[in-house]
């Protein structure tokens, strides 16, 4: 399970897997670009690098914050350009995308709708079982890929339902 935190400056990525009830890390990251940089050119470096990312490890799906709508309307234009890219990779790749809302991983991983990100961090630590803490970024990604996890036998079952439900005419 891929986890995305979408940015345009810090893309942060994170990857576990289960064994049977048992959450375990891959591996995650950060994506850095260089902000002296177009924007366009690092909307590229996002996409290279996430394009990567996927080859590497062939995720089976995926997990990102879902948009919410930020005081600042040219910044949540360049997140809503970044999670376009996660978006058009994720489906250039066959990758199913869950999206959830940020209070929505703060209570699946921290119990409480408005826990910090440092609180959210030690409890990815925890649940993943990591010596140390990730980037801020890269625990958000993990913290959204746990989200995913639990969350993903109910999405399984709600397709397989509707496969084999009669269509209306």
Not at 17 to 31: A, M, N, Y
Not at 153 to 159: D, F, H, M, S, Y
Request: glycine share 8%.
């Amino acid at each position: 399970m891929l986890g995305l935190d979408p940015g345009s400056r810090r893309f942060g990525w994170g990857l576990i897997s289960k064994s049977g009830t048992r959450l375990v890390h891959v591996d995650h990251g950060v994506i850095e670009t260089d902000t002296r940089g177009t924007f366009a050119a690092r909307l590229v470096a996002i996409e290279k690098r996430l394009v990567e990312v996927i080859n590497e490890y062939k995720p089976d799906c995926a997990g990102m914050e879902s948009l919410f709508f930020a005081k600042d309307a040219q910044a949540a234009a360049k997140l809503g350009h970044a999670r376009g890219v996660a978006l058009l990779v994720c489906a250039r790749e066959g990758l199913s995308i869950g999206e959830y809302a940020p209070t929505h991983v703060k209570r699946a991983v921290a119990g409480g709708g408005r826990a910090e990100k440092a609180q959210m961090a030690q409890m990815v630590r925890a649940l993943l079982n990591l010596s140390e803490v990730p980037q801020l970024d890269a625990s958000d990604a993990l913290a959204i890929a746990i989200t995913h996890s639990q969350h993903l036998p109910l999405i399984e079952a709600t397709r397989a339902a509707k496969a084999t439900s009669p269509r209306c005419q």
